[in-house]
């Protein structure tokens, strides 16, 4: 299986701020990175998918970049809307897994 | 805009079966592009992924090794829904059980929506 890894597993950070999350691959998986939102007591939301791609609706905030092994997640202005928890998943091949996830605290 | 809605029960006995019903509005169970997806979450694993059903000419499913051996997703075209069996459960499948589309449709795949949540505890 293809290990997910998350870095920070939690962080704190203000209004305004530029929030950056990292998620590495065990093996390479080309652009096949998905990044998901998860408020307490719902379930996760699709925030990008193929590692940059937003999904519609998102606001464009929220992006992503990498490819292979390394990828990044940043919110470019943190809203306190977006207290949350982030997770990464590949979709690379079967089974899918997802990262331990990241807890953005404001 | 698709939607899913989970029914089922939120306590099981340990060995006996755990059974969820995920309900699609806006979408087909059929479609050629698309998945269906159980997942689960706890404290001590995280999210996990359990296996998937979906329609190419026929039906397929792919079950994660973990729980291989206990599990079944079934495709309901009557009422448009699938389901999870899982049986001989042990406190440790008690998790958080979500349903899910997976966007299939060449290229990289995601999930998107994801139905409400269901709380399963396995007890006595």
């Known amino acids: 299986d293809i290990q997910m890894t998350q870095s920070p597993s939690s962080l704190s950070a203000s209004v305004g701020d530029r929030v950056t999350i990292t998620c590495r691959a065990s093996?390479?998986?080309?652009?096949?990175l998905n990044w998901y939102q998860q408020k307490p007591g719902k379930a996760p939301k699709l925030l990008l998918y193929?590692?940059?791609s937003l999904q519609s609706g998102v606001p464009s905030r929220f992006s992503g970049t990498g490819s292979g092994t390394d990828f990044t997640f940043t919110i470019s202005s943190l809203q306190p809307d977006d207290l949350a928890t982030y997770f990464c998943?590949?979709?690379?091949?079967?089974?899918?897994?997802f990262g331990q996830g990241t807890k953005v605290e404001i | 805009q698709v939607q899913l809605q989970q029914s089922g029960p939120g306590l099981v006995k340990p060995s006996q079966t755990l059974s969820l019903t995920c309900a699609i509005s806006?979408?087909?169970?059929?479609?050629?592009?698309?998945?269906w997806n159980w997942i689960r979450q706890s404290p001590s694993r995280g999210l996990e992924w359990l296996g998937r059903?979906?329609?190419?000419?026929?039906?397929?499913?792919e079950y994660a090794i973990s729980v291989k051996s206990r599990i079944t997703i079934n495709a309901d075209t009557s009422k448009n829904q699938f389901s999870l069996q899982l049986n001989s459960v042990i406190p440790e499948d008690t998790a958080v059980y979500y349903c899910?589309?997976?966007?299939?449709?060449?290229?990289?795949?995601?999930?998107?929506?994801w139905g409400q949540g269901t709380l399963v505890t396995v007890s006595s």
């Open positions: 899910g589309r997976e966007f299939t449709a060449g290229g990289p795949n995601w999930f998107d929506p």
């Open positions: 193929a590692a940059s």
């Open positions: 059903t979906y329609y190419r000419s026929k039906w397929y499913n």
């Open positions: 806006g979408d087909s169970v059929s479609s050629n592009s698309v998945a």
């Open positions: 998943q590949h979709s690379h091949s079967i089974p899918w897994t």
């Open positions: 093996q390479s998986i080309g652009s096949s």
